[in-house]
C-alpha cells in the first residue's frame, strides 16, 4: 500500500510518466515480495523498463521491486545489472555512436555473469553508429529485436545474460516510447503469445485473435469481439457483444462477472463506438485508455488485465486501414505467496504498422508529400512524396501531447517549416498563394484563450490555417476559443483532452481539410492535404523598395520564384553587368565567418567568373586569413589567399595583425573601373575590429575609391557561449559557468568598438558614406527548434546595438528574417548561391 500510494503522488507529480504510474502499482499489487523472502522464492520481483526517442521525450527509465532506481543516465545505452534480491549491482550509459564508448560497452556487457539479470534502455538517437559488435553485446541479453531500432528510435531491455529476452521493445521515432514489463524468476516462464487484428466497416470488416501463433476459429461479428483466459492464461470463454443492435449490458455483466486480474482479448469488427457510460468505464477497467476517440466504425484492439491495466491497446480512424497489436502474457512464476499470477511481459501500445510517411521529409527540390501522406505507412520519396504541380500546396501537420512527443511541426511543400513553437495551441496561418505566414502561439494550458480568439477572428474569411497542440492546451481552452477553432473547421477540437495531440489543416469559415485528434498515450496526431491556390505574378507591377534606408524590408516569402515582401515592394534587380558598373571603381571589403565567406565567393563570381573557386584558391574556413581579388573588365586581374602564420581564431597579437597589413598593403595601385574586394576572415568581434583597423591604417590609395564594408559576426559566439561546443576554439566562452546573460553582454562589450569605427568611416562624405554599409544577422540557417531562441537572442543583440547608429549609410540587413523566406536555399546551415545572390540584390 505504501509502494502503491507512493507511485500515484508520482504520477500526479510528473516524476513517473503517466504510464508508469497506471502500471507499476498493479505489477506491484500482483508481484510485490517481502525482500526477506525473495531469496527463498528464487529472485521473483517485478522490474520495468521505459525508454524514449528524441522526438518522444528522450528518457530511460528504471524500475525494480519497491521501485525507480537510482540511475543517473544521459544520450546512449543505460545498461544495468541486477542482483537475485533485486538490489542495483551496477549501471553505466554508453554514447556509442563513439568507438571508445562502443568498446567499453561490449566490454562491460561481457564481463557480466552468466544468468545475472540485465535492464538496457536507450535515450535520444543511438541509430546512427550503432556497430555490430554493440548489437551483440545487447543479442547475449537476449535482445533479439535490436536489428529493428531505426533513426531517433527507442529501445527497451528485460533480458538475462546469457539468456532470452523476457520483455523487449523497439519503438519507431514519435510512436511513443518503448515499455516493457516482466517478472524476473530463476524459474522458468510461461506464457501465452497474442497477436490481435481488427478492422472497421470501411478498412477489411474482420477481427482476428491469434494464441501463440494460432488462430481461434471464432465466430465474429459486428461490434465487440471478446475472449476471455484464465489467469493462468488458459482459454475461458468467447463472445460477440453486438452494442449496436442489442446495446452494452452484456459486455458490461460479462466484464464485471470476471475475477481481478483476469487477461481480456477484444477485437472491434464493423462498427464498435456504441456504448454506454457503463461499458466505456468496465473496458477502462481492463486498461481502454483510447476509447473517447472511438469514432463510427474505427478499427480498435486492446489485450488488458482486468484491474490493472493494458498489455497492448491500438487504434485507427475510419480509412486508416486495419491495425495490429503484439503482446505476450505469461501465468505465475512459483508460488510467490499463492498471490495472483503475474505479468510476465506486456508491451504497451504496440502496432505493426511500421515507419510512417507523416514522418518523412521528400529528400529533394521539386518534390511534395502525397495528399494522404498522414494515412500512409512507409518511407522514402516514392512512397511518400510526388513531384510537385504547379498551383498546389502540400501540407503536413504533426501534433504530440507531453507524453508522447511534445512537439507541434509543419510541412510545406515536402519540407519542414523552422518555426519555434510552445505550449499549447500553435496557429500557422497561410497566404493566399499557400506560403507560410508568422506563426503565433498561445499558451492554452494557462491562459492565451483570449488572445487566440482575438488572433483568429482578425483573419479574413477564407484564411487557410494549420494547426497543432503541443505539450497541454486544454487547461484554459475555453469555449469562445474551442469555437474559434471550429469556425476554422476544427469540428473535434471539443475532443481534445489533457495532454491530447491535435492536427487540423482547416479554411476560416469552411471547412476542415484534414483533421485529427487523440488523448494522451495514443502517439502523434497527424493531417495533411493539399490546397489549390493561385499564383501571384505581380510582382513587376509593384513599386520598388527603399533601400537605402536603415532598415531595408526583407520580410516575405518565396512564390513562384518570386521573393515576395511583405512590404509589398519589390527590389531593382542587377544582372551581373549592371552590379559591375554600380561596383565600378570601388573597394568592398567584406568581414565575417562562413556564411559571409560564401557571400563574397558569390559577389566575386557573380563580377568575374570563377574569381575565387575555395579549393583552388584556399578560399575554405580555416585555410586562409585574408583573400584579396581586384577586378577589371570582367575578369580577375590580381588574386591572393593567404593563411598568415600566428593568426588564429583566438584574440589576434600585434604580429598578426602587422601580417594582414603587410598583406592588404601588397595590392597593386587601383585602376579605373576596377573593383576590389577583401574578404577578412573573422570569427569574433575582435578580429573584425582588426580588419577595420588595417584597412583604415593602409595608407592605400584605394582608400581614395568609394568603399564599403559588410560585417556579419554572430555565429561562432552562438556555437561557443550559447550552445557550448565542444570544437570551441575560446574555452572562456563554451566554459559551463559562463551564463547566457554574461555572454552577450561580452559579445555587445565587443562589438561596439566596431560599430562605433563603422559609424564614422560609413558617415557622409567619409570614404563609405556614398555605397554605404551593413551589419547583418546571422544568416537563417534551419537550426533545430530547441536552438532558434539562442540564435534569436544574439540576433536581438545586433539589433539593439545598431539600433541608436542606424541610418541610411549604416544599414542592417537582417539575413536571418531573409532567409527564412526562402528557408530550402540553405545547406547544412549556409546560405545557398541563390541565397547569397538575393543578399546582394539587397
Same mark, same amino acid.
Given at each position: 500500500?505504501?509502494?502503491s500510494r507512493?507511485?500515484?503522488?508520482a ?6 510518466r503517466?504510464l508508469?504510474?497506471r ?5 506491484l499489487?500482483m ?6 523472502a525473495?531469496?527463498?522464492l528464487?529472485?521473483?520481483f517485478p522490474?520495468m523498463?521505459r525508454?524514449?526517442?528524441h522526438?518522444?521525450?528522450?528518457f ?5 521491486a519497491?521501485?525507480r ?5 544521459s544520450?546512449?545505452?543505460t545498461?544495468v545489472?541486477?542482483a ?5 549491482m551496477?549501471?553505466q550509459?554508453f554514447r556509442?555512436?563513439?568507438?571508445d564508448?562502443a568498446k ?9 555473469s552468466?544468468g ?5 534502455a536507450s535515450k535520444g538517437? =543511438?541509430?546512427?553508429g550503432l556497430?555490430?559488435r554493440?548489437k551483440e553485446a545487447?543479442?547475449s ?8 531500432l531505426?533513426f ?8 538475462r545474460?546469457?539468456?532470452e529476452a523476457?520483455?523487449?521493445? =523497439?519503438s519507431e521515432?514519435g510512436?511513443?516510447?518503448a515499455?516493457?514489463?516482466s517478472v524476473?524468476?530463476?524459474g522458468?516462464?510461461a506464457? =501465452?503469445?497474442?497477436?490481435?487484428q481488427?478492422?472497421?466497416? #470501411?478498412?477489411?470488416?474482420?477481427? *482476428?485473435?491469434f494464441?501463440?501463433?494460432d488462430?481461434l476459429?471464432?465466430?465474429?461479428g459486428?461490434g465487440?469481439?471478446?475472449v476471455?483466459?484464465r ?8 463472445h460477440v457483444?453486438?452494442?449496436y443492435?442489442?446495446?452494452?449490458a452484456?459486455? /458490461?455483466?460479462?466484464i464485471d ?6 487477461? /481480456?482479448i477484444?477485437a472491434?469488427?464493423d462498427?464498435g ?18 476509447l473517447?476517440?472511438l469514432?463510427w466504425?474505427s ?5 488488458g ?5 493494458a &498489455? ?10 486495419a491495425?495490429?497489436?503484439?503482446t505476450r ?5 512459483g508460488?510467490?505467496l499463492?498471490?495472483a499470477?503475474?505479468?510476465?511481459t506486456?508491451t ?5 504498422l ?7 521529409e521528400?529528400? &529533394?527540390t ?10 500512409i ?7 511518400c512524396?510526388?513531384?510537385?504541380t504547379?498551383?498546389?500546396?502540400s ?7 507531453f507524453?508522447?512527443?511534445n /512537439?507541434?511541426e509543419?510541412y ?6 523552422q518555426?519555434?513553437?510552445g505550449?499549447?495551441i500553435?496557429i500557422?496561418?497561410l497566404r493566399a498563394?499557400?506560403?507560410p505566414q ?9 491562459a492565451?484563450?483570449e488572445?487566440l480568439v482575438?488572433?483568429?477572428d482578425a483573419?479574413p474569411a477564407?484564411?487557410h490555417v494549420?494547426?497543432?497542440?503541443r505539450?497541454e492546451?486544454?487547461?484554459?481552452l475555453?469555449?469562445e ?5 471550429e469556425?476554422?473547421g476544427? #469540428?473535434l477540437i471539443?475532443n481534445?483532452?489533457y495532454?491530447g495531440?491535435?492536427?487540423l489543416i482547416g479554411?476560416?469559415g469552411?471547412?476542415a481539410?484534414?483533421e485529427r485528434?487523440?488523448?494522451?498515450g495514443?502517439g502523434?496526431?497527424?493531417?495533411s ?5 493561385e499564383?501571384d505574378?505581380?510582382?513587376?507591377s ?5 533601400a537605402?534606408?536603415a532598415y531595408p524590408?526583407v ?17 531593382s534587380?542587377?544582372?551581373p553587368?549592371?552590379?559591375a558598373m554600380?561596383?565600378a571603381?570601388s573597394?568592398m571589403?567584406v568581414?565575417g565567418?562562413?556564411n559571409? /565567406?560564401?557571400?563574397a565567393?558569390?559577389l566575386?563570381n557573380m ?11 584556399g578560399?575554405t &574556413?580555416g585555410g586562409f586569413?585574408?583573400?584579396d ?6 575578369? *580577375?586581374?590580381?588574386?591572393?589567399a ?7 581564431a583566438?584574440r589576434?597579437?600585434?604580429a ?5 597589413a603587410?598583406?592588404?598593403a601588397?595590392?597593386?595601385m587601383p585602376a ?6 577583401t574578404l577578412?576572415?573573422a570569427?569574433f568581434?575582435?578580429?573584425?575590429l582588426?580588419?577595420?583597423e588595417?584597412?583604415?591604417?593602409s595608407g592605400?590609395?584605394w ?10 559576426v554572430?555565429a561562432w559566439?552562438i556555437?561557443c557561449?550559447g &550552445?557550448?561546443?565542444?570544437w570551441?576554439?575560446?574555452k572562456?566562452?563554451?566554459?559551463a559557468s559562463?551564463?547566457?546573460?554574461d555572454?552577450?553582454?561580452?559579445? *555587445?562589450a565587443d562589438?561596439d568598438?566596431?560599430?562605433? *569605427?563603422?559609424?564614422d568611416?560609413c558617415a557622409p ?18 537550426p533545430?527548434?530547441s536552438?532558434i531562441?539562442i540564435y ?8 539593439e546595438?545598431?539600433a541608436p ?7 542592417? =540587413?537582417?539575413?536571418w528574417v531573409?532567409?527564412?523566406a526562402?528557408p ?11 541565397l547569397?545572390?538575393w543578399?546582394?540584390?539587397?
Open positions: 500500500r505504501q509502494v507512493r507511485a500515484s503522488f504520477g500526479m507529480m510528473d516524476m513517473w503517466p508508469a504510474a502500471m507499476w502499482p498493479a505489477l499489487a508481484a510485490l515480495v517481502p525482500p526477506q525473495r531469496g527463498a528464487g529472485a521473483q522490474a523498463v525508454s524514449a526517442g522526438d518522444n521525450g528522450s530511460p527509465e528504471f524500475y525494480a519497491d521501485g532506481l537510482d540511475v543517473v543516465t544520450w546512449g545505452f545498461v545489472t541486477l537475485d534480491n533485486a538490489s542495483l551496477d549501471a550509459t556509442t555512436d563513439h568507438p564508448q567499453a560497452m561490449v566490454k562491460f556487457i561481457d564481463h557480466i552468466e545475472n539479470f540485465v535492464m538496457i538517437d =543511438v541509430y546512427h556497430a555490430d554493440v545487447i543479442r541479453c537476449g535482445g533479439e529485436s535490436i536489428d529493428e531505426t531517433r528510435g527507442a529501445y527497451a531491455l528485460l533480458g545474460k546469457g539468456g523476457l520483455a523487449e521493445q =523497439v521515432q510512436d511513443g516510447p515499455v516493457v514489463a524476473y524468476g530463476r522458468g516462464v506464457g =501465452v503469445d497474442i497477436l490481435v481488427s478492422a472497421g466497416f #470501411s478498412d477489411g470488416n474482420f477481427a *482476428k485473435i494464441l501463440n501463433g488462430e476459429g471464432l465466430s465474429t459486428r465487440w469481439n471478446a476471455f483466459l489467469p493462468d492464461g488458459a482459454f475461458l470463454a468467447s457483444f453486438d452494442t443492435k442489442n446495446g452494452s452484456e459486455l /458490461v455483466a460479462a462477472a470476471l475475477e481481478a486480474g483476469s487477461p /481480456v477484444f472491434v469488427q462498427d463506438s456504441t456504448l454506454s457510460d457503463g461499458a466505456r468505464a468496465a473496458l477502462t477497467s481492463c486498461g481502454g485508455t483510447l473517447q476517440n469514432d466504425r478499427s480498435y484492439a486492446l489485450v488485465i482486468k484491474g490493472a491495466g &498489455m497492448a491497446e491500438a487504434m485507427a480512424a475510419p480509412g486508416e486501414g491495425i495490429n497489436v503484439t502474457y505469461g501465468g505465475p512464476i508460488s510467490f499463492d498471490m499470477p503475474v505479468i510476465t506486456t504497451i501500445t504496440t502496432t505493426t511500421g515507419p510512417h510517411c507523416g514522418f518523412y521528400c529528400s &529533394m521539386g518534390l511534395v508529400h502525397r495528399e494522404d501522406a498522414a494515412l505507412t512507409g518511407s522514402g520519396d516514392e512512397t512524396c510526388e513531384e510537385a504547379l498551383g498546389v500546396v501540407l503536413v501537420v504533426r501534433s504530440a501531447g507524453s508522447d512527443g /512537439v507541434a509543419f510545406f511543400n515536402g519540407q519542414q517549416v518555426v519555434s513553437t505550449r499549447g500553435n500557422l496561418p498563394d499557400g506560403t508568422r506563426l503565433e502561439s498561445f499558451d492554452t494550458c494557462k492565451g484563450a488572445e482575438a488572433f483568429l483573419l477564407g484564411t494549420v494547426i497543432a497542440a505539450d492546451a486544454t487547461g484554459n475555453t469555449d476559443a474551442r469555437a474559434a477553432i469556425a476554422c476544427g #469540428s471539443g481534445l483532452t495532454r495531440a491535435y492536427a479554411e476560416k469552411g471547412t481539410l484534414a485528434v487523440l488523448p494522451e495514443a502523434y496526431a497527424m493531417a492535404a493539399h490546397l489549390q491556390i499564383a505574378v505581380s510582382a513587376a509593384k513599386p520598388k523598395c527603399p537605402r534606408v524590408p520580410s516575405g516569402w518565396m512564390s513562384n520564384g518570386q521573393f515576395e515582401l511583405d512590404e509589398g515592394c519589390r527590389y534587380l542587377f544582372e553587368s549592371g552590379a554600380c561596383l571603381g573597394w571589403v568581414i565567418g562562413s559571409t /565567406v560564401l557571400m565567393i558569390r566575386a563580377l568575374a567568373p570563377e574569381a575565387i573557386q575555395p579549393v583552388r584558391d578560399a &574556413m586569413t585574408v583573400v581579388v581586384i577586378i577589371e573588365g570582367g575578369s *580577375k586581374v590580381y588574386g591572393v593567404r593563411k598568415l602564420e600566428g593568426c588564429s583566438l589576434q597579437d600585434q598578426c595583425k602587422a601580417a594582414i603587410d598583406l592588404v601588397e595590392a597593386p579605373e573601373g576596377a573593383t576590389r574586394i577578412f576572415s570569427q568581434w575582435d578580429h573584425a582588426t580588419a577595420m588595417t584597412t583604415e591604417a592605400h590609395s582608400l581614395s575609391t568609394e568603399m564599403a564594408f559588410l560585417v556579419q554572430s559566439d556555437y557561449a &550552445m557550448k561546443v565542444s570551441c576554439p575560446r572562456e566562452l563554451n566554459d559562463l551564463s547566457m546573460q555572454a552577450l553582454a561580452q559579445f *555587445k562589438m568598438p566596431v560599430l562605433a *569605427k563603422l559609424e568611416v562624405g567619409q570614404p563609405a558614406g556614398q555605397l554605404g554599409c551593413v551589419v547583418g544577422t546571422t544568416t537563417f540557417q534551419n533545430a527548434p536552438r531562441p534569436a537572442a544574439y540576433n536581438d543583440a545586433i539589433r546595438a545598431i547608429k542606424a541610418s541610411d549609410t549604416l544599414r542592417l =540587413v537582417d539575413f531573409m532567409g527564412q526562402m530550402d536555399e540553405n545547406i547544412l546551415g549556409h546560405g545557398s548561391p541563390a547569397n545572390l543578399n546582394w540584390q539587397v
